[in-house]
Structure formats: C-alpha cells, structure tokens
C-alpha cells in the first residue's frame, strides 16, 4: 500500500521532469533571437528590434498615469506611449511592443543585460545612473518632483506659507531630505509626521492630522483624483522643490539606437509645437510649411539619417500623437497640471532641437 | 434515556416535573461543562461571545448588507462613485467584478482567457486524479504527461490555429499553479535523492555536495536567490541571450524547495527503525530496492505532515516572485487595483485572494490528513 504511494510520486515527477524538458527547450528557442548581428543600420540594437519585428521595452507595470494595465490588460500610461512611439518609428505598428514588468531593483540590469532594448520606467536622469551604470538618457519626458498637497479649507497657495505646518511624509524617502533641505534653505520650521504605509499616512492626511502630504507630485496628483467629488477639497501647491526629470534610458555603446530614441521624443515635441497633432496630421499632407513638410517626410531625409524610413515621424503622430496627445490620454486624467511640462512656446520646459 | 426513563419509573414515585439528566449529554450539557462550568469561565464565555458576533456582524454588514455589487457605465469608463461613498460602510465588490479577469490571468490576451481558464481547470483536475488512491497506477504518469502537454498547447499556442502568446504575458492563477506544481513536483525527486545522498557513508563526495546544497541554499533567503536568478545570473549570459525570467524563477523555486524538502525527507530516513534495512540486507534486496521497496514507503509515510506543510508554505511563497516583476496573482491583484478608478478598494481585493489562497491550501491540509490515517491503519491494527 505505502509502496504504491511512492510510486505515485514518481509518475508525478516522470511527468513533470518530461514537461520540464519540453518546457526548457523551448524556451532557449523562443528565448534566443536577440543576437541578430545582421550588416546594415550599424546599430545592433536596431537590427534586432526589425529582426525580431519587436521591440522589448521595460516598464514598472504598476503606476497609475505611467504604465498600468487596463481592466484588459493593455498597458496604459505615458512611459508605455513613449514604448509604443518607438516601435511606430522603428517597426511602423505601435503595437509590436513586448512591455516588460520591471521593479526598481531589477530595471537597470535588464537593460544591461541586454533583455531589453529601452528601458521606459518613470527612470530620474542623474549624473551617476549616466556615468557609472552606462546608460545614456534620452531627453526628459515628465518634469517630476517633490511636491505638497494641503486642504483648500487650509487657505495655503505657496509653500513659503507653510512655516510651522506638520508635513506627512514617508521616513527614509527621498521626499524627506528634499524638505529638510528646502525648509532650512528658507529658514523655514516645519513637524514632519513620519508615516511608513502609504495607506495609512494618506489616511492621516485626510483625517487632518497633518496639514500637508508631500511626496512626488505626479503622485499626489493621483491620490487627489482618487478622492473622487472630494478631489475639489485638496490643492496641490504649484511649487516643486526637487528635481525629478523622467527619460528613457538606452545602453551606452550602441549611439545610432539612442539618436532614434532621443529623435522620437523630439518629433512628438516638435509635432506638438507646430500644431500637428494625431486627429488632424493628415490634413498636413499638401502643408506648404517647410518645419512640417520636413517633419512628417515630404521634404528631406531625415529618417534615413536615422536609418528609419521618411514617414517614422509621420507613423508616430499618427499611430500615437504628440507630446499633448499623450499626456491628455495618459497624465491629464489624473488630475495632474501641464505645468512646467508644456511645450516652450506656452512657457514650459519642453523644447526640441530644430529638425532639420 | 430510555435507561434513565426506567430507571426513574423503578425508583420511589419522584416529583412529576423530574427530566432526563440534560446536564450529562446534549449541548447544552457540553456549553455547561465547556463554557460555564465556573463564573470565571462563564464570564470570558460572554465576553468571547460579544466579540465573535460583534466582528462577525461587522464582517456581514460590511461585506453584504452594505456592499456595493455593479457600478454604472459612464463614458469614460466606470463610474465609481456609489462605491466611492460606501468606503468605510460596504465593500465595493464591483472592483472584483471588473478586475477579476486581470487578477486571475494578468497580461494574456484578452479573448483568449479562455485558455488559461480551461488550464486552471486541468490543473485541478489532475491534482484531484492524483490524490485519489484508485488512480496510483502506472497510467497516471500518462495522465500527466498528456495533461502538461495539453497545458503546455493551450498556454502557448501557435498550433492547432491558437495564436502564439510568450511566456512574458502569463500571469494571475496560472503562473502560481505552474511555479507551485512544478516546483514541488520536481523539487520532491530532487529532494529524495538529496536526502539519501547525504545519508550515504559510501560515498563521501556525494554527501558533501548534498550537505554543501542543503546548507547554501538554506543559509540565504529565497528572495536573495529569486534576485541571483532574476538580477545577477542574466549579466552572466552574452548580451543578447536572455533565458526567459520565468524559467529562472521556476528554478531557482526548485532548489530552494529542494532543500527543505531534502531535510523533511532525511527526519524520516532517521527516524525509521536500523532493522528495517538491516531485513532488507539479509533479504538480499539490492541498494536501490532496498531504498525503493523498504524505506522509502515507510519513511516517507513517517513524514507526510511536515511534508504538507512544506508544501502548503511553498505554495504561498511563490508569490514572492512579485519582487522580480513576475505577475503571479498576488502581484495581479495588486496591480489590478492600482488602477486610479479603483484605488481605495484594497480590502476587497485582498479578501478575494485570499479564498483563493485559502481554498488551495485548506485542500492540501485537509487531503493530507486523510491520507495520513488512511496510511496509518496498518500500523493502528
């Protein structure tokens, strides 16, 4: 009787060592394929993104606004547009985008390794995370930053009149340090309310044990909308006081690949700032203006210095949109002003090179 | 209480109010001795009672009686306000209702959920094959083959005119299905062999690989060795070459339930009588039937609690590969109510998964200690 209960764990485990086999072979076959070393581009990177007809892109998966799965799970969110806007360019279908989940711990080494071609990830553009871990860092998509959320009934409308307020913030953040050294630098006092869980600290704020919730502000604007008719009671305070500039990062090593990207983003700022957006760029088509007629192909050859083809620029606002575009889809519902974000001529910080 | 009945119609004519002795059998007689049998005990009894059906009520009339079952349309998606207003008061089972298929299947395409449903059901299925003892017969190797084979078509794809869905795009029950079974599946061989291993006396290199396996992987946290597989292992490989993350994570699971199962396995090896072995050996049985025919069905059987309960842990702590952005159902879930229209409906998520949890692993307890007294009536006779 007990024999044969041993028996049944080794038909259990045969079967499973069988799978096991299938299970690893296959995957070295599907896993493969990123070494495509074809003659061409000059770009490896690139190569094997049209090898593949995929371009394996590395988000967080889990930031509302960034990148998060709908009820369908279709990854939504500005970081997996600026995913999708490269493969337009590069493949011409914003759809050939595999997103990969990726947590802080793990997102700088799979873009080492070489798992992924662009990493996408709510990423801060630092001088160590360029020197040290080799990455370059194409142009900066979200001005972020520390920012404060405080009742309206508080009647506060700049930081400056904060002095003496207890301030909720999470311990050991980065948050924490930043208001330390700007409350010292204004010579200002403030009480911080140390709160790990980031439930119950936004629970603290709403009960009115604090007068102001700080951390980044893209966040803040998030909990605000998730207040619902009550997002009317809160005003986030327009003053950032740290720097947190978000931009895709690519492998040092590999300049052809990081011009695509970096030109990427540039095109939609540059679409956004001529007017030419995802619903009417069609209606562009007999435009006379030259920055358009170079922009969306018609003129010069500006994607086969990119070694994309003419229309890449054209394929991304249409298939994606511009800079404006995205950020209604993605950022605008969570309540979150353009701010510094807007394009220059409208007094933000977003400001592309010429293309030309 | 016929006895009773008799023996008071024998005895002297009694009071006509005399009844049965209730304070001897009954419930009520068991709350007597049980929960009242002094003013001390009957005190905590109330108090106990007080606050049993104060969490119990709070539990019904938060979790029925106030819930907030559907949500309206509205046109740029769902309109949460309802549930919204009943935070604090009702749960919001709506945001199970719309998140549900993201919890339980995470990133696979949408239309084809079918697929990784009807994959759940085969995995329940075979383990209720399994664990029924009329089935212990050669043909259930079959059945599992046949089985993995079939998971294997579905969750893939690219034949039979299923489309071709990657192993990145798994996610929700599945994966934890698959990291669990196969981690403990494999890991139980494994384990065997490890244990006998590092009981061995004739082979002093072996023993110490097995003793060296145990104590390594023991010494770290699997959360250490799920970041050696995920984090270091792939800046080893030649840049191009990714072996796929669940894969590394599916091993890593392996080894690390090797070798606790190693030593669940090696308490039952000691504890088994010298003379069983010794029998063996004047029986002129061979290494292998020795191991196979004599201890192994014993030790084994000496085992099966630990052993579920290993199992039991193990199937819980798959959920630790959230940390290597691996979507298995906890992290699903997670992700699912991230989602700003649903923030704030945490509870509700975090109850749903746990019934789910909880009906996996009450299964596992409750079938092995069936199987235990089953196992043991040879010894009780």
Partial sequence: MTERGFTRSAHRAVGAKIFGGLLAGLLAVVGFGGSAHAQGSGSATLDAVKARGQLVCGVSGDVAGFSLPDSKGVMQGIDAEVCRAVAAAVLGDPSKVKFVPLTTQNRFTALQSGEIDLLSRETTWTLGRQASLGFLFAPTYFYDGTGFLVKKSLGVSDVKQLDGAT?????????????????????????????????????????????????????????????????????????????????????????????????????????????????????????????????????????????????????????????????????????????????????????????? | MAEANIAAAGAAPLPARERPPANIVGPVAWARTNLFSTWWSTAITLVLLYLILRAGWGFISWGLIHAVWTVPQG???????????????????????????????GFYPFSQQWRPAIVVLLFVGLFLISANRRFWRKELA??????????????????????????????????????????LALAFPLSVFVALGRRSTKLPAVKMLCVAYVELIRGVPLISLLFMASVMFPLFLPEGMDIDKLLRAQVAIILFAGAYLAEVVRAGLQALP?????????????????????????????????????????????????????????????????DPNWQGFGNEMYVTLAIIYFVFCFAMSKYSRGLERELDRARRR
């Avoid at chain 2, 604090?88 to 209702?97: D, F, R, V, Y």
């Fill in chain 2, 274 to 338: 010298k003379g069983q072995g010794e029998a063996a050996d004047a029986l002129g049985l061979s290494y292998w039937k020795k191991t196979f025919l004599i201890i192994l069905p014993q030790a084994l059987r000496l085992v099966i609690p630990p052993l579920v309960n290993t199992f039991i842990g193990f199937f819980k702590d798959t959920s630790l590969v959230l940390i290597i952005g691996i979507f298995d159902l906890l992290k699903s879930g997670i992700t699912a109510i991230a």
């Fill in chain 1, 167 to 356: 301030i909720c913030v999470q311990p050991g953040t980065s948050t924490e340090l930043a208001i330390a050294d700007y409350f010292r630098a204004n010579n200002l006092k403030f009480t911080p309310i140390e709160i790990e869980n980031l439930q119950q600290i936004q629970q603290a704020f709403l009960s009115g044990r604090c007068d102001a919730y700080s951390t980044d502000s893209s966040a803040l604007a998030g909990f605000r909308y998730t207040q619902g008719d009550k997002a009317s009671d809160f005003v986030l305070l327009p003053t950032i006081i740290s720097k947190e500039p978000l931009a895709p990062a690519v492998r040092k090593g590999d300049d052809k690949w990081f011009d695509i990207v970096q030109w990427v983003l540039f095109a939609m700022m540059t679409a956004e700032e001529l007017g030419v957006s995802q619903s009417n760029v069609d209606t562009f088509a007999t435009s006379t203006v030259p920055d358009v007629r170079r922009l969306l192909g018609a003129d010069g050859d500006l994607g086969k210095a990119l070694g994309l083809d003419n229309k890449w620029a054209y394929n991304v606002v249409k298939q994606v949109g511009n800079m404006g575009d995205v950020w209604n889809r993605a950022i605008a519902p969570l309540g979150v002003p353009r701010g510094i974000n807007a394009p220059w001529t409208k007094g933000g910080l977003e400001y592309a090179p010429p293309m030309r």
């Fill in chain 2, 142 to 183: 079959l059945i599992w083959i046949v089985t993995m084979i079939v998971i294997g078509v579905l969750m893939w794809g690219g034949i039979l005119g299923l489309p071709h869905v990657a192993q990145d795009q798994w996610g929700g029950l599945p994966i934890t299905l698959i990291l669990a079974t196969f981690g």
């Fill in chain 2, 75 to 105: 046109a740029n998606g769902p309109d949460t306000s309802s549930c919204r207003a009943a935070i604090g008061i009702g749960a919001c089972w709506a945001a199970i209702g719309e998140k549900y298929r993201f919890m339980l299947f």
